[in-house]
């Protein structure tokens, strides 16, 4: 039995070592460790001027559906054109996004041109929204919710921070949504201009680090010489 207890004390001490050292993240095992984040809010977002120009990301996590290959000139283009999705009245925004592979104009991730299709399911809060291809219905959409949006003096936008849900995974400097999977998980930051200024872009962190959201986890696209060719762009 003693050589047992031996090779058994070896592989718990081995274990114990492996945790020590483990890197971040760690999944969030109560809801207080990653607190539900707080949105724009209706009576403070403006859906007609947010899809009134083209959205340029300026930083961004990767996800199943953008590998950090793919994170070059990605844009976001949004339209109110009366797009309809199965067994919903309400309001559909139809979703063109553009991005490029392994170099900025490199080949068009996009090329397909395949659109999605962000719904106003929340009608208390209109800055949730949801999104999914077009022919799916709202139940196998995941979250879009607009975290913060900045305007000018005239009250056009100028940035705008998104994210697919609620965070669920604990990193060393916040919490953040997941990495894997395609429905709640993303976080974007976005802006008008397709090279953001410095203001803009620590507005943008400023309101993630107000709400303890990790920023460790976003990956800078690169904007410098895009040409955008077979983008959607207005």
């Not at 709400?211 to 904007?223: A, E, K």
Request: aromatic share 10%; net charge neutral.
């Amino acid at each position: 039995a003693a050589p047992a207890q031996s090779a058994t004390a070896k592989m718990l001490a081995t274990l114990a070592l492996s945790a020590a050292w483990a890197p971040w993240p760690l999944i969030a095992s109560t809801a207080d460790e990653c607190p539900a984040v707080t949105t724009v809010g209706s009576a403070n977002f403006n859906l007609t001027e947010y899809v009134r120009k083209s959205w340029y990301i300026q930083a961004q996590q990767v996800e199943s559906y953008q590998p950090l290959d793919s994170l070059y000139c990605v844009t976001a283009t949004y339209d109110l054109d009366g797009a309809t999705v199965p067994f919903f009245r309400g309001t559909v925004v139809t979703v063109y996004n553009y991005g490029n592979k392994g170099a900025v104009n490199g080949p068009n991730v996009n090329k397909n041109n395949m659109t999605l299709c962000a719904r106003a399911t929340n009608a208390s809060d209109t800055s949730r929204l949801a999104v999914a291809p077009c022919f799916l219905p709202n139940l196998a959409a995941g979250p879009y919710w607009l975290l913060g949006v900045g305007a000018d003096a005239s009250g056009e936008y100028e940035w705008a921070v998104v994210i697919g849900g609620n965070p669920t995974v604990a990193y060393a400097d916040g919490c953040t949504t997941s990495e894997t999977g395609i429905n709640n998980a993303g976080l974007w930051l976005f802006s008008r201009s397709p090279v953001a200024s410095d203001a803009t872009m620590a507005a943008m962190r400023a309101l993630l680090a107000a709400q303890n959201i990790s920023q460790s986890r976003l990956h800078t696209v690169p904007h410098d010489g895009c040409k955008y060719a077979g983008a959607v762009l207005k």
